[in-house]
């Protein structure tokens, strides 16, 4: 009887497993407890089954094993998403980095300038923006350009169309031919003629902006360059007053009024230098309004660039993601996992001893009954488990 005893508390032993079960732990103690001869290590592996809920009341309604393995799938997904994201970050950071050093260094650069303009006042004058200088050469620059248009417009219809009549009339009248300024009906008169003659100042604009092309060069030949281009425009120009002038003569002659040359004819130094000279202070006031703005864009790129880094820097910062939300929804997925039994531990634990020593209450039994409530106790006060709702039990992490 005693070999039978042992061999079936072997194999209860043998059969206590860790899944979840609910049973009615009163019913299930007297019913392992028989089965056992009320074993005390059995008894023991019980209780170490109630306390990581293994072992629960039926009325326990806690996770089932699918839900289980779905939480802990979500928790992998999160912490593969919070190691991404910790990463990233470390990314941004990074770069943030480099961008704020990179302001660093534009705004010690900023700062440099300006110590060595304050220490050069001959410098300051010279490499500093001046709004009233870049506002003088843009007022002239434009009269300038407008004074110019109308006045190539003018010089190459005389030159393009020879109107002898209206010459003619202009001498018996004791009116003056040059072509200084045009009055409106001659633009009039050139739009008749031909509109694309509003083409032609565009070319004398064009060797304006050669010219200070030209300046900007670092060649070695670059004063050929410039001494070319001026002699060009002064050809074109020389062609214009000697053409009107060679017209307005042809008029005299077939009038029957004397002529002179052009060396002598005050009106052709007039068509020629106040073309000529009004270019060439034009090339040369754009040439300055450029320079003097490209005084204000060396500090206004730096500051253009920090500010473009700053923003670079609000963007990244944007981009950084806070890890405390995932490893907060982490550590709830984990509690609920972990969690088995949300109730009276203690009173889980006497339910299921009450039916265990009730198959022990014979006389012969007695001491095995007695071992068992010592068991009890010392696990209770080992484990720290007080009468009452306890607010979780954690299994073992699987």
């Known amino acids: 009887m005693e070999n039978n005893s042992k061999k079936s508390a072997t194999e209860e032993k043998a059969k206590v497993t860790y899944n979840t079960e609910r049973t009615n732990l009163q019913e299930f103690g007297y019913t392992k407890s028989g089965n056992v001869q009320g074993d005390p290590d059995v008894y023991a592996s019980y209780l170490e089954r109630i306390l990581n809920g293994d072992l629960v009341d039926e009325q326990y309604k806690g996770l089932s094993e699918s839900e289980r393995k779905e939480k802990r799938e979500k928790i992998k997904e999160l912490e593969k998403a919070l190691d991404d994201t910790k990463k990233n970050n470390v990314k941004f950071e990074q770069n943030i980095k480099v961008k704020e050093k990179q302001i660093d260094e534009h705004r010690a650069e900023l700062l440099q ?81 031909n509109y694309l ?16 092309i ?7 030949a ?25 017209n307005t003569e042809s ?32 090339s ?8 003097e703005w490209k005084k204000r864009e060396v500090t206004l790129n730096l500051k253009r660039i920090i500010k473009h880094l700053r923003k670079d820097i609000k963007n990244l910062e944007e981009k950084i993601m806070p890890v405390e939300l995932i490893i907060h929804e982490i550590d709830i997925l984990r509690n609920e996992v972990d969690t088995f039994v ?30 068992c409530l010592n068991i009890r106790d ?21």
């Open 113 to 193: 300038i300006r110590e060595k303009r304050a220490e050069d006042q001959e410098e300051l004058t010279r490499e500093t923006f001046s709004t009233l200088k870049f506002s003088i050469n843009l007022f002239i620059l434009i009269f300038l350009t407008g004074y110019l248009f109308f006045f190539y417009i003018s010089a190459a219809y005389k030159a393009l169309y020879v109107d002898f009549e209206g010459i003619s009339e202009k001498i018996a009248e004791g009116l003056s031919t040059g072509s200084i300024l045009p009055p409106a009906y001659e633009i009039a008169e050139a739009i008749r003629y």
């Open 284 to 291: 040369i006031i754009l040439d300055s309004l450029l320079r």
């Open 214 to 220: 030209l300046l900007d060069m670092k060649h070695k």
């Open 251 to 282: 008029a005299k002659e077939l009038m029957g009024l004397s002529t002179m040359k052009w060396s002598q004819n005050p009106t052709f130094y007039i068509i020629l230098f106040l073309g000529f000279l009004a270019y060439i202070l034009w």
């Open 378 to 398: 010392e696990f209770v006060e080992k484990h720290k488990i007080q009468p009452g709702i306890v607010k979780v039990i954690k299994a073992r992490r699987k």
């Open 342 to 371: 949300q109730g009276n531990l203690k009173g889980f634990i006497d339910q299921f001893t009450s039916g265990w020593i009730s198959y022990l209450s014979p006389d012969n039994l007695k001491s095995v009954k007695n071992k």
């Open 197 to 212: 003659l509003f083409l032609v100042p565009f070319v004398f604009y064009a060797f304006g902006w050669a010219f200070h």
């Open 222 to 246: 670059k004063i050929v360059f410039i001494s070319l281009l001026i002699t060009v425009t002064f050809i074109v120009d020389l062609l214009l007053a000697l053409i009107i002038h060679t």
